[in-house]
Structures are given as C-alpha cells and as structure tokens.
C-alpha cells in the first residue's frame, strides 16, 4: 500500500501563491491517477483535480479552473499542486489521494480515491 504525505501549506494574502506537494513512499506513485481535493471547516470534503499517471490529461474544479495547476514527477513519486491568486475561500486542509484503478476516469467523487495523506493547512487572509 502507498503512503502519501503532503507538505508546502501555509498562511498568506489573497492573491498569493503556494505549491503543495505530495511524496509518496511504499509503492510508486506511477502505478496511480492523483486527485487533490480539500476540506473546508464545516464543509464536506471537496475536488480539486486530479492527473492520469502519464500526466497527459488532468481535470479540475470549476472554483480553481485556471488558478490551480496539478502536475507530478514520477521519477521524483511526488504530485504538486500549484496554487495562484489565492482566494480567502481556498482556505482549508488540502489533502493528495491515489485513483482507485476501478473508478472512471473524471470521476470527482470522494469514494473513487483510495489511500489518502494526512493533509495540509492552507490559510488564505484577505
């Protein structure tokens, strides 16, 4: 089984920048699609994006659409994700997860994501 931990959150302005990272150790990360998806207080736990693992194709939530970049390094077994103009509604835990390999490809539902990391804080001030 993979273990995914991520780091790179943090606290900043509206309108900042941050890029998340995502390492995996126990099994390469090149045998799975990545999703990130976030979890607001008091909110269920939504998408972000996600990428195929030869990164040839990603999708993401319409509220970070061409603010949000996923990307990964195989050889690295790290998935990133860049995040600009940050948005005090971005503000959340953000959380990396492996594809489930029966689960459709575009799938934006919780269920179709297997092993999970413990998440990271990213607080956006306005």
């Known amino acids: 089984q993979v273990q995914l931990g991520e780091s790179g959150g943090g606290r900043v302005q509206a309108g900042g920048s941050l890029r998340l990272s995502c390492a995996a150790s126990?099994?390469?990360?090149?045998?799975?699609?990545m999703g990130w998806f976030r979890q607001a207080p008091g909110k269920e736990r939504e998408f972000v994006a996600a990428?195929?693992?030869?990164?040839?194709?990603?999708h993401y939530a319409d509220s970070v659409k061409g603010r949000f970049t996923i990307s990964r390094d195989n050889a690295e077994n790290t998935v990133y994700l860049q995040m600009n103009n940050l948005k005090p509604e971005d503000t959340a835990v953000y959380y990396c997860?492996?594809?489930?390999?029966?689960?459709?490809?575009?799938?934006?539902?919780?269920?179709?994501?297997?092993?999970w990391g413990q998440g990271t804080q990213v607080t956006v001030s306005s």
């Open positions: 997860a492996t594809m489930e390999s029966w689960a459709v490809w575009g799938t934006k539902r919780e269920r179709d994501f297997g092993s």
């Open positions: 126990g099994r390469t990360l090149s045998r799975y699609a």
């Open positions: 990428m195929r693992r030869s990164a040839d194709d990603s």
